[in-house]
């Protein structure tokens, strides 16, 4: 063999190594974290990872370029979908209640260099997604002030003409990256009161766009003259299905709480079914009044729902719903932080990770 060249038996053992399963043996009662979380703390945890992109970003622009008034289609396809999945996930977490989710799983099922790449692909995911809702949660605050947020820092500060950029620096959305962080510092049970408080206003915001919204439902606007039910066929309604999927990926969360359910093998399975099932419903419902209150194609895809009641001359509940939408990117942005350092945990103590995120503090 040439010199430097790794021997058949070192890569043998090197694949070995990638190829090595994680075997779920610890005792499920035991474990590190608290386990102060009841079904309803876990089902609210559900519906905040899922109440607010869907309903605040996904619809206008799935109702205006993709399916039209039969967005209500797309949503049941994906609500489907997401139901099945979940349904999985309730199983997978039944057989292996440890925090890790998807990663976890992945270890268990087909092995660390899978799991490996599907946990950094998680932690991007949760990193990207985490700054483009604090950038909305920011942008709706904006609203309600009429932009003059965006003209003081644009006129003060900086204006960027970068592709791969804003156009000004938003402070708002880092300031609130952080103060997410440091409650979440609090403990498991400080963030889950904050779910449970955020997102019993976004569920009151949703019952209210759904009732005024049939109050001032016209259903001339599903007629051919305004372009059909269904104005992109059938490919645009799997279109907009596949997009908004993307809108009920939060019940992961759920199963990554696992060490903190009180009863895990009861609790997670109830509470994915009923969060999944609950925000499908909200999901069909709103985008049913959305394009029944004014014509799809007269949409603004950045803020639909706050659009659609402008256009009827209803500014006071454009105002609500923007309320609605901070309350509802605020739970999105505490649930997908709160999973942040679950996942990195759980990596870490698997040695695929730096050993120091392995610890945990004894207040949470």
Known sequence: MARGLPSTSSLAHFCQKLNRWKTPEEPTTET??????????LTLLGVGGMVGFGLYVLTGTVAKRMAG?????????????????ALCYAELAVRVPCRGSAYLFT?????????????WIMLIQCLLGGSAVARIWSSYLDVIFSHRIQSFTEAHVAIWQLPILAR?????????????????????????WLNHTFSAISLAIILFIIILGFVLARPHNWSAEEGGFAPFGFSGIMAGAATCFYTFVGFGTIASSSEEARNPKRA????????????AGANILVSTVLTLTVPWHSLDPNSALAD???????????????AGAICAM??????????????????????????????????T
């Open 32 to 41: 590190s974290l608290r386990r102060c979380l009841s079904t309803l703390d």
């Open 107 to 119: 270890y268990v099922f087909t092995g660390e260099l899978w799991a490996f790449l599907v946990g």
């Open 168 to 192: 000004y620096p938003d402070f708002l959305a880092a300031a609130i990256i952080l103060l997410v962080l440091a409650l979440i510092c609090c403990g498991a049970r400080v963030s889950s």
């Open 69 to 85: 008034p039969a967005m209500l289609v797309s949503f049941s396809v994906a609500a489907v979908a997401s139901l099945l999945t």
């Open 268 to 279: 997670i399975p109830m509470a994915i079914a009923i969060s999944v099932g609950l925000m």
């Open 308 to 322: 659609s009641f402008l256009q009827r001359g209803y500014s006071w509940a454009a105002f609500i719903v923007a």
């Open 330 to 363: 605020t739970t999105l942005l505490l649930t997908i932080f709160l999973f942040v350092p679950r996942m990195l945990c759980a990596m870490a103590a698997d040695g695929l990770f730096f050993q120091v995120f392995a610890r945990v503090h004894p207040r």
